[in-house]
């Protein structure tokens, strides 16, 4: 139904996270693809349902093989495996060499996550450079940038959001990662980039976070950094929401003057 994209600037502060805990919360089905060109950590991080390592060949790579041939509705759903927190993943590759050999098949991946017809996709990719696959960026319905309320993190995200701007014509949506207030200073800090959506914050909870890796407990459930992917989900849900409204074609009657939506 819908592709949402998180990236960043330089450094990645929180990406993979960030991803993971949205994907974990997300309204309704997901499916969490990484497509960081640097290479993926989930195989490291989780574990396959019952507690067994994760295939590393049975992701990303293999939807790539696939979709040589033809990309279906069941494409993406073939190629996942289900973590043992319930959450299905498509593992990334181990590093940019692997990465640098599917140059030619992210459109075929891209072409797959919009096949999918019972959930979302939400695709970490990392550090935005030359080497995220763009066909995967051109495909979003939506980009998220990570930042942090720090020098660095928001000079990197300056950066990238002049990048989308120019090179895609894309506007992204922020996701402030810090404190309460951390929101407040981003803005500020970028009052020059003109008009700026920003959603969040989401907390920084290293316990959580490594947590995450696990089983879903009622205690992971109740911290505050699930309390705030929670809020930020809904909120990024409705920004899809709209977008798929405002795409919906319009019919004009020309003998009543009626406009109607078709779909």
Do not use: N
């Not at 080497?131 to 930042?147: E, F, G, I, K, N």
């Amino acid at each position: 139904m819908s592709l949402l994209v998180v990236a960043a600037g330089k450094g990645s502060p929180g990406v993979t996270t960030s991803a993971l805990v949205l994907a974990a919360v997300w309204p309704r089905r997901c499916v969490l693809a990484e497509c960081d060109a640097a290479g993926g950590d989930l195989v490291f991080r989780l574990r396959a349902d019952g507690g067994s390592a994760l295939a590393v060949d049975r992701g990303v790579v293999s939807l790539a093989t696939a979709a040589r041939a033809a990309v279906t509705a069941e494409s993406v759903t073939e190629h996942v495996q289900v973590s043992d927190g319930g959450l299905p993943v498509l593992v990334g590759t181990l590093g940019e060499l692997q990465s640098s050999a599917l140059a030619s098949t992210w459109s075929g991946i891209a072409q797959a996550f919009g096949s999918v017809r019972d959930g979302d996709v939400v695709a970490d990719c990392g550090r935005l450079s030359v080497s995220t696959p763009r066909p995967v960026l051109d495909a979003a319905d939506l980009v998220v940038l990570a930042c942090r309320a720090t020098v660095e993190s928001v000079a990197h995200t300056k950066q990238a959001i002049e990048w989308l701007r120019r090179e895609l014509q894309v506007d992204p949506a922020l996701l402030v990662i810090g404190a309460v207030d951390a929101p407040t200073r981003v803005r500020q800090a970028l009052r020059g980039c003109g008009e700026l959506d920003i959603v969040g914050p989401l907390p920084v909870d290293a316990p959580a976070a490594a947590a995450l890796a696990g089983q879903w407990t009622r205690r992971l459930d109740r911290t505050a950094l699930v309390a705030a992917a929670r809020a930020t989900a809904q909120s990024l849900d409705a920004r899809l929401a709209e977008r798929r409204r405002a795409d919906v074609p319009v019919a004009v009657d020309p003998d009543s003057e009626v406009v109607a939506h078709v779909g």
